[in-house]
């Protein structure tokens, strides 16, 4: 890789919104390090777009340590993406272990990922560091069932309102990227595999992709130098609120 090339890590880019943004930056000439625990998959990614796969548990500061320590020195990119949703109980029937790995992905991972690569961002080929969170809606509202996901992706928004205020003056952007219902493998690893419960989500209704994410995401970071893109609330045309949509 020449010293000057663009480069940007994507975490969480073996299925989905990181996917789909690995593709979509690696197109516009970044080189792509892509993160995730499944390897087999990212290596096929890495194959189609010149990039390169690491395996990542952003749960795992060792995992994170490991993948940091094969990083070229500047990183002009971060997309925080790894997490998802675990289950759909009501706090009355809160389950532990939902909540502590929801929190551990969401909210813990992205702030040991981004404490691991501010040195990097920092050194930026192009001098200038951008960090993407992807929050959610589920940043901005709250619904039945929801309560461990939005508690994280409501601290997802916090922690990115802090790296602005603590960053400042710094050469680095913080852009916060909060899509509604995306069709990705979100709702089959957040019912646990249950394929029909999670194409229910979808049922009748035109969902985002995840290239639309994506294309939110290309936007926000080829804005010119001294313009901060803070939150982009992107849903489908479907969808009103969570948990308000409309079926054709
Ligand atoms: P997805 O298809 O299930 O992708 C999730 C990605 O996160 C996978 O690549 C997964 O890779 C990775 N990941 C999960 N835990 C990880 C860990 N511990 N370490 C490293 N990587 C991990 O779902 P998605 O919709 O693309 O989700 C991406 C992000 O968008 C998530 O933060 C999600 O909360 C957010 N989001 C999704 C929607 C939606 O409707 N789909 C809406 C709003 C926000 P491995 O399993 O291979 O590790």
Not at 129 to 154: D, M, R
Not at 196 to 220: K, N, Q, S
């Amino acid at each position: 890789m020449s010293a000057a090339q663009r480069c940007a890590v994507v975490t969480g880019a073996s299925s989905g919104i990181g996917a789909a943004t690995a593709r979509v930056l690696a197109a516009q000439g970044y080189r792509v390090i892509l993160g995730a625990r499944r390897l087999e998959r990212l290596q096929a990614l890495a194959a189609e777009v010149g990039g390169v796969a690491a395996p990542l548990d952003v749960t795992d500061t060792g995992s994170i340590a490991a993948f940091a320590a094969h990083l070229p020195a500047g990183i002009d990119i971060l997309v925080n993406n790894a997490g998802g949703a675990l289950g759909l109980e009501p706090l009355a029937e809160m389950d532990e272990t939902h909540w502590s790995g929801m929190w551990q992905s969401n909210v813990l991972g992205l702030v040991r990922v981004s404490k691991a690569l501010y040195p990097h961002l920092l050194r930026a080929p192009t001098g200038l560091g951008h960090v993407v969170n992807i929050g959610s809606v589920a940043a901005h509202e709250t619904y039945a069932g929801g309560g461990g996901y939005t508690a994280c992706k409501h601290a997802v928004k916090a922690i990115s309102e802090t790296m602005r205020v603590e960053w400042l003056g710094q050469p680095l952007r913080v852009t916060e990227v909060d899509p509604g219902l995306v069709e990705t493998e979100f709702s089959l690893v957040r019912f646990a595999g249950d394929a029909e419960r999670a194409a229910a989500v979808y049922a009748g209704m035109e969902p985002l992709t995840a290239m639309d994410v994506a294309d939110a995401i290309l936007w926000a970071v080829t804005r010119p130098a001294h313009v901060n893109i803070d939150e982009i609330i992107i849903k489908p045309r479907d969808q009103a609120r969570v948990g308000m949509v409309h079926r054709h």
